[in-house]
């Protein structure tokens, strides 16, 4: 990953001229991470299903367990669909924990009803493509499987939160000392009014996942886990036009051929379509730190009810109201090209043949 100085940090931060080009670092010796995919999951065309295509495909990732959360979708709805989904990626063999169906305090509203996310619902879920799967999830708890997990491996998990962050607060309040255990954590969420692009996507200035669980996240951002943030700063950066998604589908393997199921029909209608790749970042940047550039800043969560409700606020030093809060590196430029090419390049990858019992 390329970082500024801290000083270069602080100009880039409070100029709001854009960010100087951070200072090129040595690509970090490869590594393999074994992690935790946490996630509002939902089938194609949702950016989830799309990150986990990615980190399947990616061998510098070990994938102890999926936890599901609501967010996108019902708990019910993510977890059925992501069920399907490792069906039809031969990866039955990978174990998926369902975990909180609600936010730790926020109250669905006609806004959150009307708006975006059906995370409150308690409507069925609707089967995935091909039907519900044959698969079913574990009976054990997503919290108790983060909590059991990083406990016996101290230090050498790394948690990718892409949904509302309830889950690994709720892990974090049950068993105190965990945050010391967590080797890392990657967070798709917020977007930083200090840096460029920081507008909100859900309401002025709080984006998705923070603003549905706005608590959660304000009690994750301040638990001590060394944490990278993969806020909207970043995802502006990465719009998936039809010319970059014809160049994925031209591939034929069964990813690509539920891509252009899926998603196909939105982009015939409408060519001008362009759509953000949130998830994904967040999982590429664990793959090759050195797609993004980060910038040290402290974070924190709105949790006041009112305007802000959910907002992420950054600055390069603690400010009234928020003692407490952490330093922690917040990715605001990437390396399309590289990016795109690397996305496409795996998720084309044919499916690897398994033996029966991994399939
Ligand atoms: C985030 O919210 C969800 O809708 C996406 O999956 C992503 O994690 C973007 O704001
Ligand atoms: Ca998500």
Redesign the pocket.
């Known amino acids: 990953m390329r970082r500024m100085t801290p000083a270069a940090a602080a100009v880039a931060a409070l100029a709001f001229a854009g960010p100087a080009p951070g200072e090129p670092r040595e690509p970090p010796a490869p590594q393999r991470h074994r992690i935790i995919f946490d996630t509002?999951f939902?089938m194609i065309p949702?950016?989830?299903a799309y990150a986990l295509m990615l980190a399947l495909h990616s061998p510098e990732l070990e994938i102890l367990g999926i936890t599901t959360v609501a967010?996108?979708w019902s708990i019910e709805q993510g977890t059925a669909d992501v069920l399907r989904f490792l069906e039809i990626a031969e990866r039955r063999d990978l174990p998926v924990y369902a975990g909180a169906d609600m936010p730790l305090v926020h109250e669905p509203d006609e806004y959150a009803r009307t708006t975006?996310?059906s995370w409150w619902s308690d409507a069925p879920p609707t089967p995935p493509p091909g039907g519900f799967a044959e698969k079913k999830a574990e009976a054990l708890g997503a919290v108790q499987f983060i909590v059991d997990t990083v406990e016996q491996n101290p230090g050498a998990v790394t948690l990718l939160a892409?949904?509302p962050l309830t889950n690994v607060a709720m892990a974090l309040r049950q068993a105190p000392g965990l945050a010391a255990k967590v080797k890392r954590l990657v967070i798709?969420?917020g977007a930083v009014a200090v840096l460029p692009d920081g507008a909100g996507?859900?309401t002025p200035a709080a984006?998705?996942?923070f603003w549905v669980d706005p608590e959660a996240a304000r009690i994750v951002l301040r638990s001590g886990i060394p944490i990278e943030l993969s806020p909207?700063n970043v995802?502006r950066k990465a719009a998936m036009t039809r010319a970059w998604f014809e160049k994925l589908v031209a591939a034929d393997t069964p990813f690509t051929r539920l891509i252009r199921e899926l998603d196909g029909p939105r982009y015939a209608e409408d060519p001008e379509r362009v759509v953000f790749m949130?998830?994904q970042i967040a999982v590429a940047s664990l793959i090759d730190p050195t797609l993004v550039t980060t910038t040290e800043l402290y974070v924190d969560v709105d949790t006041n009810p009112g305007v802000s409700y959910g907002a992420a606020l950054g600055f390069d030093r603690i400010w009234p109201g928020a003692e407490g809060a952490r330093k922690m590196a917040v990715q605001y430029d990437l390396d399309w090209e590289r990016f795109i090419r690397m996305f496409i390049e795996r998720v084309t990858r044919p499916i690897p043949a398994r033996p029966a019992s991994q399939r």
């Open positions: 509002d939902g949702q950016d989830d967010g996108n975006y996310g892409i949904g798709m969420g996507n859900m984006e998705f996942n909207l995802s949130y998830d």
